[in-house]
């Protein structure tokens, strides 16, 4: 196939996923249900049934769409989403997760601190949750689960701002790093310390103190941020 060949097709490609994605808009369709088979997508837009398993199948790595072996296709999770963590990028070098972690520092400060005025209430009920959850891992020992749930934690909390956008943006940050946590968590070694400076966030959220939230999380994000400029300046 010729390089002008190759555009053309990824352009055909293109817009033929975003005319899946409205078709799944327009009929509201949610997360789980079932979406239409391959060969009425390949009659509806009058494209070869290997040209929609290649659309899908890029819907697929987004999480837009499932498709089931001998099932169907179904509507993903991540249907809806704007913000998404690239799922085939490489693990963050030392210096990338730094840049990271400035970015978590100066995203999620001013984040926590609309949460604190939004209080979205599911969200915080999830974050005491985690809260709990955590504090049951940290006397197991389960640290490789702790890690999960701290992440779930800050998506949580982004989540209670009401801003779905925002809370993107900090989930495809998070989900980055997140296999970066647990190494985190051994060398900080401080675990409860990390869990209480989880549940001071929480209380004032819940009980609407914006610049507090602010000042927590930001205190919070930049003490991540030390421990591993030290594990850089001493591996």
């Given at each position: 196939?010729?390089?002008?060949?190759?555009?053309?097709?990824?352009?055909?490609?293109?817009?033929?996923?975003?005319?899946?994605?409205?078709?799944?808009?327009?009929?509201?369709?949610?997360?789980?249900?079932?979406?239409?088979?391959?060969?009425?997508?390949?009659?509806?837009?009058?494209?070869?049934?290997?040209?929609?398993?290649?659309?899908?199948?890029?819907?697929?790595?987004?999480?837009?769409?499932?498709?089931?072996?001998?099932?169907?296709?179904?509507?993903?999770?991540?249907?809806?989403?704007?913000?998404?963590?690239?799922?085939?990028?490489?693990?963050?070098?030392?210096?990338?997760?730094?840049?990271?972690?400035?970015?978590?520092?100066?995203?999620?400060?001013?984040?926590?601190?609309?949460?604190?005025?939004?209080?979205?209430?599911?969200?915080?009920?999830?974050?005491?949750?985690?809260?709990?959850?955590a504090a049951e891992l940290i006397a197991s020992g389960d640290h490789a689960q702790l890690a999960e749930v701290n992440m779930d934690f800050h998506r949580s909390l982004?989540?209670?701002?009401?801003?779905?956008?925002?809370?993107?943006?900090?989930?495809?940050?998070?989900?980055?790093?997140?296999?970066?946590?647990?190494?985190?968590?051994?060398?900080?070694?401080?675990?409860?310390?990390?869990?209480?400076?989880?549940?001071?966030?929480?209380?004032?959220?819940?009980?609407?103190?914006?610049?507090?939230?602010?000042?927590?999380?930001?205190?919070?994000?930049?003490?991540?941020?030390?421990?591993?400029?030290?594990?850089?300046?001493?591996?």
């Amino acid at each position: 196939m010729s390089a002008s060949g190759g555009v053309v097709r990824r352009s055909l490609l293109d817009d033929l996923a975003t005319s899946m994605l409205t078709l799944i808009a327009e009929r509201k369709l949610a997360p789980g249900d079932q979406f239409e088979a391959v060969r009425s997508l390949a009659e509806r837009f009058k494209v070869a049934v290997p040209t929609v398993r290649e659309a899908l199948r890029r819907l697929e790595a987004t999480g837009a769409v499932e498709l089931r072996h001998g099932s169907g296709v179904y509507v993903g999770p991540n249907v809806g989403r704007l913000v998404l963590a690239n799922p085939l990028a490489l693990e963050p070098s030392p210096d990338r997760l730094v840049e990271l972690l400035q970015a978590r520092a100066l995203i999620e400060p001013p984040v926590a601190a609309l949460a604190a005025k939004t209080r979205a209430e599911a969200p915080l009920e999830q974050m005491a949750k985690d809260l709990d959850a955590a504090a049951e891992l940290i006397a197991s020992g389960d640290h490789a689960q702790l890690a999960e749930v701290n992440m779930d934690f800050h998506r949580s909390l982004a989540l209670a701002s009401g801003n779905a956008t925002l809370a993107e943006v900090v989930e495809s940050v998070t989900v980055v790093n997140a296999r970066e946590q647990l190494e985190i968590l051994h060398i900080h070694g401080d675990r409860q310390a990390d869990l209480d400076e989880h549940r001071a966030i929480y209380d004032a959220i819940r009980s609407g103190d914006p610049d507090l939230a602010e000042l927590l999380t930001r205190e919070h994000l930049d003490g991540v941020l030390a421990v591993i400029n030290e594990r850089l300046q001493h591996p």
